[in-house]
């Protein structure tokens, strides 16, 4: 099983900015598609975005639209959730998991069978 870390999380002004970054262990990322998910407090998780293995991205929440993007990196073995605009709602712990070359069209965690721990996001002023 594939381990995934994820990093770049931590506390950030409403209207500010992060990157995260998810690092997947594996020779190679060539064939997998990542996955961010998040889950604020209370609430179930749920899906942002996912890069297929040929870096189209598809946008799982609305809330997100023009104000996050997702990116990868095959030769770092790692993928990168950049987060602009921040707003308070965005507070959450964000995971990254991996999938098999192509993003479900709808968040199927099924779809998804490696995840790392998680890394929160906070956003407040």
């Known amino acids: 099983q594939l381990q995934l870390v994820e990093s770049g999380g931590g506390l950030a002004q409403p209207g500010g900015s992060l990157r995260l970054s998810c690092e997947v262990s594996?020779?190679?990322?060539?064939?997998?598609?990542i996955g961010w998910f998040r889950q604020a407090p209370g609430k179930e998780r749920e899906g942002v975005l996912c890069?297929?293995?040929?870096?189209?991205?598809?946008n799982y929440a609305d809330s997100v639209k023009g104000r996050f993007s997702i990116s990868r990196d095959n030769a770092k073995l790692t993928v990168y959730l950049q987060m602009n605009n921040l707003k308070p709602e965005d507070t959450a712990v964000y995971y990254c998991?991996?999938?098999?070359?192509?993003?479900?069209?709808?968040?199927?965690?099924?779809?998804?069978?490696?995840w790392g721990q998680g890394t929160q996001v906070t956003v407040s002023s």
């Open positions: 998991a991996v999938g098999w070359r192509s993003c479900p069209p709808d968040p199927d965690q099924s779809r998804f069978p490696s």
């Open positions: 594996t020779p190679t990322l060539d064939y997998y598609a």
């Open positions: 890069i297929s293995m040929t870096g189209e991205s598809t």
